[in-house]
């Protein structure tokens, strides 16, 4: 019997089966979101502080969505990474202020009017961080004495997301890029608390005010997490202006083989930040024998929000942690705008990015497609890699499809 006969049968078989079990999930099979523990996906360091705590957990569209008082506002954050990202910025920033307070530096009050925006949720702030550019450069203007004068290009009355500018002024930019890395603050973070922070203690530096952030310490964040490419890229955000990162940004996307006009898309994104992008790029410089990485470019420009940047940001390490740690992968592969790549012992591995997945009407037509095409494809295998959580469930009806799964990742 023909050997291509057999596979062409088997493969028929095992879509005709595939088919045949989908048909049989009742909408019974189908899951809610579960009510949410907060100690099961929350380290202690996040559950609770001195200057924050959770007041609700819900869920949406597979993130989780967290309701945060804090010293300097009120939060709603949606995804874990960037729930993580804001409790490290509000806690430093807090523990900045009370320690100013604790040395009777008037520098307290200032930053402390500062991040309070009054008639307007810190909500706003987060999820629509443009929204309240006139009223904070209202607040400024009124609280800055002379010692902080200075124009602060991230509270303008006239913004635009798509320019995540350093303050013109290239000793208070020096300086601003200094004190972000002390204390692990994002320089191009999109949370105007970090943003006004940093300006108003650059521009105190600048002004001759030298101990504005001295005596501020590193211990606010932990830095004994990162890895060293984290390290990398934090050294080169301080060590760069804005033109320079860009160009290095450009190099090794070249080096890469990208096309340039994907490149020019990518530096002049208008949601991806500086950071977003210097990360991106610095992991994807480990991947210079994979082929097709265009089509990651491309399925990191669809990028709209700040939870998808960060999500990039996370994809790009996942690519590269699989790639040296499990196994040497040849091609990217866009599948219908879902990350996936090709291994060169010839399986196909997909990456899912919610923090909780469930199984659903459209997990399970999504997941039958992949397999599916895995299979009809001939693929040796397929896997699926999951950023955060595969429900139980989820889980069962995902082996049933023939996926290998590796859920939490990165961590």
Do not use: C
């Not at 945060?68 to 874990?80: A, F, T």
């Amino acid at each position: 019997m023909n050997i291509n006969y057999v596979k062409f049968y088997l493969s028929s078989v095992f879509l005709i089966l595939m088919l045949l079990t989908s048909s049989l999930i009742k909408a019974e099979d189908n899951e809610s979101y579960p009510i949410i523990n907060s100690n099961i996906i929350l380290s202690s360091e996040y559950l609770s502080s001195t200057y924050h705590r959770i007041d609700a957990i819900e869920i949406k569209y597979g993130f989780y969505e967290f309701h945060v008082e804090s010293d300097i506002g009120s939060y709603k954050i949606l995804s874990l990474p960037l729930f993580k990202k804001r409790i490290n910025e509000i806690k430093t920033l807090s523990q900045a202020i009370d320690q100013y307070a604790q040395q009777n530096d008037g520098i307290s009050d200032v930053l402390r009017s500062q991040l309070s925006v009054s008639g307007e949720s810190a909500v706003d702030i987060l999820t629509s961080p443009f929204k309240t550019a006139r009223k904070l450069a209202g607040q400024l203007s009124s609280n800055l004495d002379a010692t902080f004068d200075g124009e602060d290009p991230f509270v303008r009355e006239e913004i635009n997301r798509s320019m995540h500018l350093e303050p013109h002024d290239p000793t208070i930019a020096r300086h601003k890029r200094n004190i972000a890395f002390q204390l692990g603050l994002d320089m191009y973070s999109s949370n105007y608390n970090v943003q006004s922070f940093l300006n108003t203690l650059a521009s105190a530096r600048a002004s001759g005010k030298v101990s504005a952030g001295a005596g501020l310490s590193g211990n606010f964040t932990s830095r004994q997490n990162r890895n060293e490419l984290d390290n990398k890229v934090s050294y080169i955000i301080k060590s760069k202006t804005l033109a320079e990162l860009n160009e290095y940004n450009v190099d090794i996307l070249l080096k890469l083989g990208i096309n340039k006009k994907l490149i020019k898309a990518f530096i002049e994104h208008a949601v991806l930040s500086p950071t977003n992008k210097t990360v991106i790029t610095t992991y994807l410089s480990g991947l210079d024998k994979v082929a097709r990485l265009d089509s990651y470019i491309e399925v990191v420009l669809t990028a709209d929000d700040d939870v998808k940047t960060l999500i990039y940001e996370q994809l790009s390490k996942m690519l590269l942690q699989y790639y040296n740690k499990i196994e040497k992968f040849s091609a990217f592969y866009n599948y219908k705008g879902r990350a996936a790549v090709l291994t060169e012992s010839r399986r196909i591995v997909f990456f899912e990015y919610a923090d909780l997945l469930i199984w659903s009407e459209e997990n399970e037509s999504q997941y039958t497609q992949e397999a599916t095409h895995a299979m009809n494809s001939g693929y040796k295998g397929w896997e699926v890699l999951s950023l955060g959580r595969i429900s139980p469930l989820a889980s069962q009806k995902i082996r049933e499809l023939g996926f290998k799964q590796h859920t939490d990742f990165l961590e």
